[in-house]
């Protein structure tokens, strides 16, 4: 999630903690698994001018592992050691800050991005799509509770949080459970004579009411926006479908063994095999798990190949976002259960 719901939930999680030993430095503890929580993002740093996916290779990779959580807490705690040594011990230190690095890796798997969570015992990504990469309804409790833990010099509030967090969370796992049900069920009545491989939804930015369902059929996705109601007045929102990548036109005359053909295959194991021609330009491949609107096949993330691209040079990696007045307006009305005529949703 994003760097500030990291640092608070690491320092719910680790002002709980304090509860049970009675500390007193309140604001010490407070800092400490705040800046557990932010340090496995530091894999960010992790990047190469001349190897543009490199960074999201590496982004939540090992650092965000629940076999490395003692390494981040060791690195945190030589660092801040000198700083809080007059309020906690270095043994303090450690638990407090390790305790924050074990919410981080935790949290990002409950969003759809993807987490080596178990890594190296396992390379798969872990992405539960219980909750968005920002959520303030989430972030925003935690910072007040966390704070007034500090300010109250009361635990109370640690435990409140965590309270939170599993109310939230839970609330997360149901409404992921109600729009695949939904989804599934629109799919079996809509979708005459077509086998569906495999159905998967994921909620869409700062909210858990809206998301985004991908249909997985045998040559191509469909894609469609999925409100939920507080009952059973759910809403779709009618995409479209796309070709699944091919590798004809600009991509057909390269080899297996070379750098363009390894750097889309890096780019699909990120986008969970979700990859496909943009149809207006075949030379660009996007991941269709992500798009600012939940119907739409317009990706956030994409690599490019450049013409006339030799077999040794890598893929261009980078982010789209055309973030216009009509589709704020668009998802907006969609939050908030307006009306919308499919010629809105066709009019990006």
């Known amino acids: 999630m994003d760097p500030l719901s990291q640092a608070v939930f690491g ?63 060791a690195f945190v705690s030589c660092l801040l050691f000198p700083v809080f040594k007059k309020s906690l011990s270095f043994k303090e230190v450690y638990l407090y800050s390790t305790i924050g690095a074990l919410t981080h890796g935790f949290l990002d798997a409950c969003t759809s991005y993807g987490t080596h969570l178990f890594w190296p015992l396992s390379l798969s ?28 010099r ?26 695949k049900d939904f989804y599934v069920n629109y799919l079996a009545k809509e979708v005459e004579n077509k086998k569906v491989i495999s159905v998967m939804v994921k909620p869409t930015i700062a909210n858990l009411w809206v998301w985004r369902g991908i249909s997985v059929y045998d040559d191509y996705y469909r894609v469609d926006g999925l409100r939920l109601g507080v009952s059973n007045s759910n809403e779709v929102y009618t ?9 004809k036109g600009p991509w057909e005359d390269y080899k297996s063994s070379s750098q363009v053909l390894k750097d889309l295959k890096r780019f699909k194991f990120f986008s969970e095999g979700l990859i496909y021609n943009l149809p207006e330009r075949p030379e660009i491949v996007g991941d269709l798990r992500y798009s600012l609107l939940p119907h739409s096949i317009e990706p956030l993330w994409v690599v490019e190949l450049d013409p006339g691209q030799k077999m040794n040079e890598g893929l261009e990696f980078y982010h789209t976002r055309n973030v216009t007045k009509n589709k704020k307006d668009l998802f907006i009305k969609m939050l908030f259960g307006k009306t919308i005529s499919q010629e809105d949703l066709d009019n990006l």
């Open 125 to 152: 990504r872990e992405s539960w799509s219980i909750i968005s990469i920002v959520d303030p309804l989430f972030t925003l409790p935690l910072i007040v509770l966390s704070l007034l833990v500090a300010i109250k």
């Open 154 to 179: 009361s635990y109370k509030f640690a435990h409140i949080g965590l309270i939170w967090i599993c109310i939230y969370l839970g609330f997360g796992a149901f409404q992921h459970y109600r729009a």
């Open 11 to 73: 320092a719910t999680a680790a002002q709980a903690m304090a509860s049970k030993f009675k500390h007193r430095h309140y604001w010490s503890i407070l800092t400490v698994g705040a800046l557990g929580g932010l340090v496995p993002d530091l894999d960010v740093l992790i990047t190469s001018t001349s190897d543009s996916l490199l960074q999201i290779e590496y982004h939540r990779h090992f650092t965000h592992s629940l076999f490395f959580v003692p390494f981040i807490g």
């Open 239 to 247: 995409g479209r479908n796309v070709e699944k990548f091919t590798a």
